[in-house]
Each structure stands twice: as structure tokens, then as C-alpha cells.
């Protein structure tokens, strides 16, 4: 009898679940813009190997870090050099205000007001609408990024992502880049690009852009 039972078991098929369709390289990338459109708040840090990030009147920087705040509030702080002395400048971005420290006197000062490059959290410019122009998308294999499960892509990506992190406007070339986009809730915790943003840039710079403290309560204002 236990004979029978056994063969009449193995005749009957297994109850397996249907397997989820794996997620494409446009989905995460649609996923990752939808995320961002939510975001009112995140904290950053741009830092270039192969040469130095212009940041507009001769200064150039190696670390860019900060906060943004949606739609167009922005401050942070940009290490680098002025001459062949290293600097550490403040920065303050209120609509279409801008401010700096001055690199001697470390006291604020006004730029003459233009308009000021959108920023990351933009809803008409910023990294949710640029994600969605990202071209030749490849998806690779999930890795870990600061404790978080991510998907991995390579893509081409407008310089924009990060024009307005640099003070720079109208750059319109597309850099070859790697994104991570955590599985979770499909925000993006780390972005690399290889190439120029601006027209003084060495050729093969490359950008590591880091984004945490997503939704966090910051308050940015002007500093004079």
C-alpha cells in the first residue's frame, strides 16, 4: 500500500508559484524618476578623480556637499583649489539668488543675480525628468551600496544630472554612467559619470554623486 501511495504522489505535479517577470533596465529607471518626483529634501556629495569639478570663476574643486531642498533651494560646500591653494568655499542657492564665501575673507557675498542652473530636485529639470533621457540602458547585476541592495545599470546620461551642483548652465552632452537604484524604493544612492560638465574640465574626469537623508526636514535660506 505505502508503494502505491508513493508512486501516485510522485505522478502529481508540484505547486509552484509563478515566478515574478524580471524588472527591465526602462522599468528601474521609470521606477527610480517616480521615487524622485516625491522627494522633498536630500543631502549629497559630488567628489571627481582624474581632475578637478570647475565651479565658475577660476575656482575649481575635488568635493562637492550639501543639501537640496525642492524646487530650488540649495547649500553646501565645495573643497578644492584657488591657484595652487586649497580652499574651502560655501555656497547658497535661493531661487535665482546666489551667494559664496569669499575664499580670503570667508564673509558672504552675492553673485549678480542670473538664472541659476536647475538643481536635482527641479520638477520641471531636475534628476527625475533627466533619468528618463538616459540612453543605451543596460541592467547588471544587484550589488550593495551603503548597506542597501541596489540595481545596477551602466547608461548615458544628460550632464545636467549634475550641472547644477557645479553652477554650470546649458551643458547638454550625455556622459557614460553607472547608477544604483535601491530595490526598496527605488531612489537612487549612487551615481558615477565619466566625462566634462563643463568646457574647462580635463576630458576624463569622472564623478561620484552619493544621495542620503532622502525627505529629511532642512531649512535653507539666504545667508545675507
Known amino acids: 500500500m505505502l508503494a502505491v501511495v508513493l508512486v501516485a504522489a510522485a505522478g502529481i505535479p508540484a505547486c509552484q508559484p509563478a515566478k515574478a517577470p524580471e524588472i527591465t533596465a ?4 521609470k521606477k527610480a ?10 543631502h549629497f556629495k559630488l567628489a571627481s578623480t582624474d581632475g578637478n569639478m570647475s565651479i565658475g570663476s577660476g575656482l575649481f574643486a575635488n568635493t562637492i556637499e550639501g543639501d537640496v531642498v525642492k524646487p530650488d533651494r540649495l547649500k553646501g560646500t565645495a573643497k578644492g583649489t584657488f591657484g595652487k591653494v586649497t580652499v574651502e568655499i560655501g555656497f547658497v542657492v535661493v531661487g535665482t539668488r546666489q551667494y559664496i564665501t569669499n575664499p580670503l575673507t570667508k564673509t558672504w557675498q552675492a553673485l549678480p543675480e542670473a538664472g541659476a542652473a536647475p538643481n536635482l530636485l527641479d520638477p ?13 540602458l543596460k541592467k547588471l547585476a544587484n550589488e550593495t551600496i551603503a548597506g542597501i541592495e541596489c540595481y545596477h545599470l551602466t547608461a548615458d546620461i544628460p550632464a545636467g544630472l549634475v550641472a547644477g551642483l557645479v553652477g554650470a548652465n546649458g551643458s547638454t552632452n550625455a556622459l557614460a554612467s553607472d547608477l544604483w537604484i535601491a530595490l526598496s524604493d527605488g531612489l537612487p544612492r549612487q551615481i558615477h559619470l565619466v566625462g566634462t560638465v563643463t568646457a574647462d574640465e580635463p576630458p576624463k574626469i569622472q564623478r561620484t554623486l552619493e544621495l542620503s537623508s532622502f525627505n529629511e526636514s532642512i531649512a535653507i535660506d539666504a545667508p545675507i
Do not use: E
Open 26 to 29: 526602462d522599468d528601474v529607471v
Open 33 to 42: 524618476s517616480d521615487a524622485l518626483k516625491t522627494v522633498t529634501a536630500v
Open 124 to 136: 520641471d529639470h531636475g534628476a527625475a525628468v533627466l533619468l528618463t533621457k538616459a540612453q543605451n
